[in-house]
């Protein structure tokens, strides 16, 4: 399997997050803790649950996979659970997902790569994944992922 490097996905979300892109939800307690499923919303090749985990990482936020990467996953698939303060959960999300979607979407071939190194390792990661799998491939069609918080 493709190896994909921490100075990568560094280089990629390290912007993004410097941008202030990520909005800290008010409506939540500063001490609540909770859980969350990340859940495939079409069926796809799983591809950048490592930049997932690396974007949580960085606000506390544990990120335990329950899928691979180059794993080919249904819609209403559980592909990562996630776990610490409510409000990092939820202020990393929307990044976290655009990523995941964004490189599973190339992955399975439904959108081209944008010549960055992460995409690249995503089309690599889809490639091997295509080669030991038969599916139908669906051009246009992005890989979407949602967050469904759990009770507990």
Known sequence: MVELEREVILEAILPELR??????????????????AVVAQAPGILAGLPVAREIYGRMGVRLRMLKGEGAVVERGERVAE?????????????????????????????VEPDGSP??????DVGSAARSSTVGENRPGEAVAFALQEEDG
């Not at 939820?90 to 979407?105: D, H, P, V, Y």
């Open 19 to 36: 941008d202030g892109v990520l909005e800290v939800p008010s409506d939540v307690p500063e001490a609540a803790t909770g859980r969350a």
């Open 82 to 110: 996630v776990g610490g303060a409510i409000r990092a959960i939820r202020m990393g999300a929307g990044l976290a997902l655009t990523f995941l979607s964004r490189l599973s979407s190339v992955a399975s071939g439904r």
């Open 118 to 123: 992460l995409e690249g390792y995503a089309a």
